[in-house]
């Protein structure tokens, strides 16, 4: 989710492994029914629903008391600040959240809004990874979930239909960011004089011009769906052309389908090796299925789904690693920039849970699968051990001789916390990350099983009882001290988009928003499947 934080040779041996590895005769079943068969009734009334979006309620008031319209809320100061380009990042965030909760008083305020801003202007650097997802991404779910008839619509057309108009000038103001000689977009653009702010890294001491892969490769399902609402090909064009660089790797990658966080944009080569699905990559391999599902007759996405079994059975073979005398924990390893496993795994890479569970079932394949549940469960210890019962940001853990990747990781502090937990804790902020309790929402909605349930319902409350002590929903800086040691005067836009809207449907009737009618970009917005299986 984001791009900006990428942290880290093996041979070309290596290459070509997962080929190599048992081949897993491929399903002709291409299109599969996501969603385990519920019984009728299930989740019927739930209070826990009921109680989830009570909370978005009470944090709404907060936002909108102190902080409407602006991008953020500052809960301590009781203040706001524009750090998303000063549109109302919260407004459109949140929107299409309150229209699955059926909050229509709320969604009126909300559209309102929408429809006043000019998106063509700001007097901000505007970031073209969070225009997309979070702007672009909201406008397209909120009127995709709108017009659905599965939620009520006492709203007016013509603010519903200003959802879409503003995500095309929104997305048109943006398009200069592919004016560069391969097409990958640059990472930022000044609205006021128009120039391009390229984003550089620096490897062997030498400066290129960069983009991440998560930068290029996130864009692509929404410029589909906005190409196919809008019937303007542009959108889909620019998309496409970058995700070529994605798919056709140079130089290849360490391993199969684990391609690095930054290419040149001047030559679309890549010019670091450190995969895996972590922060940097993420997203792009989320697209790569969650596109095929979207349009599975589109043969640039039938392609990206091929590239995503790469990527899923190099994980296997490669990555997916248990610690030290822990074999029931399974860990997605992130590599360093030439390639190397490292040991260590962030946050964001807790989505892969998630995102192998909705791949493994669409393709029926049930090792993929079982490799999802495998991390769901794994990120679910992490909030599980806490004190607090909330997840920290980043951790790591001792291999199978039982080192580190990196030798200062080796000291008693990080030793005593490995024989408790299994690994250790390297950030222990907790930043209202959404990732493992969107794994535990997948995992509960492909499997049926319960306990998923009861895992974001002990999430939940832990989230209600940590922010209630002074102030409620501010972030925190550390997950194993009483109420999570200091509090962060901030709450970002993706707690009302994702936390809550992921919490709100794990204990919803499984039909709300059913995995096998809309897809959901990285950001929690769920579009309109084009063609359903
Ligand atoms: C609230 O934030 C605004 C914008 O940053 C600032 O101008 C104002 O002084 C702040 N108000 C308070 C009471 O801190
Ligand atoms: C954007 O460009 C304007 C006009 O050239 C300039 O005044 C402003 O400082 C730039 N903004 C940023 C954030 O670079
Ligand atoms: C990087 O981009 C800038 C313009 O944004 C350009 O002036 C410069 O020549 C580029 N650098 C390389 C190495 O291509
Ligand atoms: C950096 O140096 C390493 C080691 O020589 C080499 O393998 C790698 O390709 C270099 N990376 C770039 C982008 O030149
Ligand atoms: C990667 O390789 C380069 C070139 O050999 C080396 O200078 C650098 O220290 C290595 N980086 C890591 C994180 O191992
Ligand atoms: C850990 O999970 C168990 C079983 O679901 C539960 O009883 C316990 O309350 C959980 N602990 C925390 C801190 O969430
Ligand atoms: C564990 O890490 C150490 C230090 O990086 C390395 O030398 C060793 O080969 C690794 N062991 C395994 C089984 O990967
Ligand atoms: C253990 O190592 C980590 C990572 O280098 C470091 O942040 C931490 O302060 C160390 N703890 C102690 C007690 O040395
Ligand atoms: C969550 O916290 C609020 C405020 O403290 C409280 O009113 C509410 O009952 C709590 N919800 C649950 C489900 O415990």
């Known amino acids: 989710m984001v791009p900006g934080f990428s942290h880290a040779l093996m041979a070309l041996a290596m290459i070509g492994q997962a080929s190599a590895a048992p081949s897993h005769a491929r399903s002709s079943a291409t299109c599969g029914t996501v969603q385990f068969d519920f019984p009728a009734g299930t989740n019927k009334n739930d209070p826990r629903a009921e109680a989830v979006k009570q909370a978005y309620v009470r944090e709404w008031n907060e936002y909108s008391k102190y902080a409407f319209p602006n991008d953020d809320l500052l809960p301590i100061t009781h203040n706001y600040t524009n750090d998303l380009f000063g549109w109302g990042a919260t407004v459109v965030d949140a929107i299409d959240t309150a229209v699955v909760m059926g909050l229509t008083d709320i969604v009126e305020q909300q559209l309102k809004h929408i429809a006043s801003v000019d998106f063509k202007k700001s007097a901000y650097l505007v970031d073209f990874f969070d225009v997309n997802i979070r702007y672009i991404g909201g406008l397209l779910s909120a009127y995709d979930l709108i017009k659905s008839g599965d939620f009520p619509n006492p709203y007016d057309d013509d603010l519903v239909e200003a959802l879409l108009s503003q995500a095309k000038s929104l997305a048109t103001a943006i398009s200069p960011v592919f004016d560069t000689v391969t097409g990958l977009p640059v990472a930022n653009l000044n609205f006021t004089s128009g120039e391009l702010v390229q984003s550089t890294t620096?490897?062997?001491?030498?400066?290129?011009?960069?983009?991440?892969?998560?930068?290029?490769?996130?864009?692509?399902?929404?410029?589909?769906?906005?190409?196919?609402?809008?019937?303007?090909?542009?959108?889909?064009?620019?998309?496409?052309?970058?995700?070529?660089?994605?798919?056709?790797?140079?130089?290849?990658?360490?391993?199969?389908?684990?391609?690095?966080?930054?290419?040149?944009?001047?030559?679309?080569?890549?010019?670091?090796?450190?995969?895996?699905?972590?922060?940097?990559?993420?997203?792009?391999?989320?697209?790569?299925?969650?596109?095929?599902?979207?349009?599975?007759?589109?043969?640039?996405?039938?392609?990206?789904?091929?590239?995503?079994?790469?990527?899923?059975?190099?994980?296997?073979?490669?990555?997916?690693?248990?610690?030290?005398?822990?074999?029931?924990?399974?860990?997605?390893?992130?590599?360093?920039?030439?390639?190397?496993?490292?040991?260590?795994?962030?946050?964001?890479?807790?989505?892969?849970?998630?995102?192998?569970?909705?791949?493994?079932k669409y393709l029926d394949r049930p090792d993929i699968t079982e490799l999802g549940v495998k991390v769901a469960d794994s990120c679910h210890l992490w909030y599980n051990q806490t004190l607090t019962g909330l997840g920290p940001s980043s951790i790591g853990w001792y291999n199978a001789s039982n080192q580190p990747y990196d030798s200062s990781y080796n000291n008693a502090t990080y030793r005593a916390e490995a024989s408790k937990y299994g690994y250790f804790i390297e950030d222990p902020s907790y930043r209202s990350y959404p990732e493992p309790l969107e794994s535990i929402f997948y995992a509960y909605r492909v499997t049926g099983d319960e306990r998923w349930q009861d895992y974001n319902w002990e999430i939940f409350n832990a989230l209600n009882t940590t922010r209630s002590k002074s102030v409620p929903y501010a972030e925190i800086t550390d997950v194993n001290e009483p109420y999570g040691g200091t509090l962060v005067n901030y709450v970002s836009s993706f707690y009302f988009a994702e936390v809550l809207k992921y919490l709100y449907l794990s204990f919803a009737e499984p039909d709300v928003v059913s995995l096998d009618k809309y897809v959901f970009n990285t950001e929690c917005h769920p579009f309109t499947i084009k063609k359903a299986c």
């Open 202 to 360: 620096t490897v062997n001491g030498t400066q290129y011009n960069s983009t991440n892969t998560a930068q290029a490769g996130t864009m692509i399902l929404e410029y589909y769906r906005l190409s196919d609402l809008t019937g303007d090909e542009s959108f889909r064009e620019h998309a496409q052309k970058a995700e070529g660089y994605l798919i056709n790797p140079s130089p290849a990658p360490a391993f199969p389908g684990l391609v690095g966080t930054e290419l040149d944009t001047e030559t679309g080569k890549f010019i670091t090796l450190d995969g895996g699905w972590e922060a940097g990559v993420d997203s792009f391999i989320e697209y790569l299925i969650k596109t095929y599902v979207y349009d599975r007759d589109d043969s640039l996405a039938s392609n990206m789904k091929d590239f995503w079994i790469t990527t899923a059975e190099s994980s296997i073979e490669n990555i997916a690693l248990h610690p030290y005398n822990q074999p029931q924990i399974t860990f997605l390893s992130q590599l360093d920039v030439n390639g190397s496993i490292m040991w260590t795994m962030d946050d964001y890479a807790c989505f892969a849970g998630g995102n192998l569970l909705l791949g493994g």
